[in-house]
């Protein structure tokens, strides 16, 4: 399975920066608690609309408890045909940045995820934050992939093989610094998310094959 990481250790406290590779994509992927560098994320992306890969993660919960997200994943398509990623780790900003409560909030954008609800209703509720146009990958996929995972819908959609390793889905995502494994399994949930996303929104908006004539 060609997925790989790079670390690019920047030497910065704020924020890291990761190329994660699955097969022929490469998503620049950026780590950061710091408002100001996900407002510059924000910045370099084009104008509305877009499709958006949006995940979530944080501390496996308890009998006992209900730990609030940690991270917010977004990923969509760069300048031209590459794609880019944020890890924002909310649990450790000192602010939310208002772009990126206008951002999620805008119903010109679609954001794309399997269970996506439950990740909007749980962003409401540990934040605040309200997510404008949530879309279930689900709901365009076909009747058979209805309760579909997002590793099954990888395979049937994309042709693609994909692990979700428990030891890295149910990890520590409160800690403040993400270890590679983490951050690759974090970025792919949310770019996978995308390009799902991009690919069933194409194939239905694909004009019928003209029928044949003799």
Not at 1 to 25: C, K, S
Not at 58 to 83: K, V
Request: glycine share 4%; hydrophobic share 40%; charged share 20%.
């Amino acid at each position: 399975m060609t997925i790989t990481i790079v670390d690019h250790q920047l030497p910065d406290e704020t924020h890291n920066r990761y190329d994660v590779i699955f097969f022929a994509h490469q998503i620049a992927t950026l780590v950061t608690h710091s408002p100001s560098h996900a407002t510059s994320w924000l910045n370099e992306l084009p104008p509305p609309p877009l499709l958006v890969g949006l995940d979530v993660e944080w501390r496996p919960n308890t009998a006992n408890s209900d730990h609030p997200i940690a991270t917010i994943q977004l990923c969509t398509a760069a300048s031209g045909s590459s794609s880019t990623c944020l890890i924002f780790q909310i649990l450790h900003a000192p602010h939310v940045p208002q772009q990126l409560i206008d951002f999620l909030e805008n119903p010109a954008h679609t954001f794309v995820g399997v269970g996506i609800e439950e990740d909007a209703e749980k962003l409401l509720g540990d934040y605040g934050l309200r997510v404008g146009n949530a879309v279930d990958l689900r709901s365009l996929a076909p009747k058979e992939l209805k309760y579909a995972g997002l590793k099954t819908l990888v395979k049937e959609v994309i042709g693609k093989e994909v692990e979700k390793p428990k030891s890295v889905s149910r990890s520590r995502w409160d800690y403040r610094w993400l270890v590679p494994s983490q951050v690759q399994y974090a970025c792919l949930d949310a770019f996978l998310s995308f390009e799902i996303g991009r690919s069933l929104t194409t194939t239905a908006s694909a004009p019928p094959a003209a029928a044949a004539t003799t």
